[in-house]
């Protein structure tokens, strides 16, 4: 299941015709195991990976570090999963160090992610403090390359 998983991350379109060919098995089989996996919740659903810069060249993204306040009996989930919840929000995230919650937005505009962290994300309760990160270029999403690296003349990368 780790090389069918691997396969699938790396490209969720191969057809399972070439997943059968890739890992030595029969289709019927790869599509016993992909149900599987969807059924128990290890894949969560399917994506594009996309460069924004090229799609939507006016918007932005922020990483914005939360310092909260858990609730007794839920911790984090509450705000977390309160927080998932808005159009905005790409990823959420438990985190170590000092802040609790990650949550990476993209909006139209950097006034958009200002109203954003002042109006909804800061007035939850629970929350007590934010620091707002302005992603200036991606290089890299999900294991793969957005930026085209051109290997120097001494072939070093």
């Excluded at 924004?52 to 609730?71: F, G, H, M, R």
């Excluded at 911790?75 to 990823?91: F, L, M, P, T």
Aim: a negative charge.
């Amino acid at each position: 299941m780790t090389q069918l998983l691997s396969l699938l991350k790396t490209n969720a379109r191969l057809s399972n015709k070439e997943l059968a060919t890739l890992l030595g098995r029969t289709e019927e089989d790869v599509a016993h195991d992909i149900s599987e996996l969807e059924r128990t919740g290890v894949i969560k659903g399917y994506s594009t990976i996309m460069d924004d810069d090229i799609v939507n060249k006016d918007s932005v993204s922020a990483y914005i570090e939360l310092s909260v306040t858990p609730k007794a009996q839920v911790g984090y989930d509450e705000i977390a999963g309160y927080i998932s919840q808005y159009e905005e929000v790409e990823s959420v995230s438990l985190m170590s160090g000092g802040y609790d919650l990650a949550v990476t937005v993209r909006c139209k505009n950097i006034r958009d992610v200002s109203n954003f962290v002042a109006q909804r994300l800061a007035t939850i309760d629970g929350v007590v403090s934010t620091s707002t990160h302005f992603f200036l270029q991606k290089y890299k999403e999900n294991g793969i390359l957005l930026a085209d690296f051109e290997r120097d003349e001494r072939g070093q990368d």
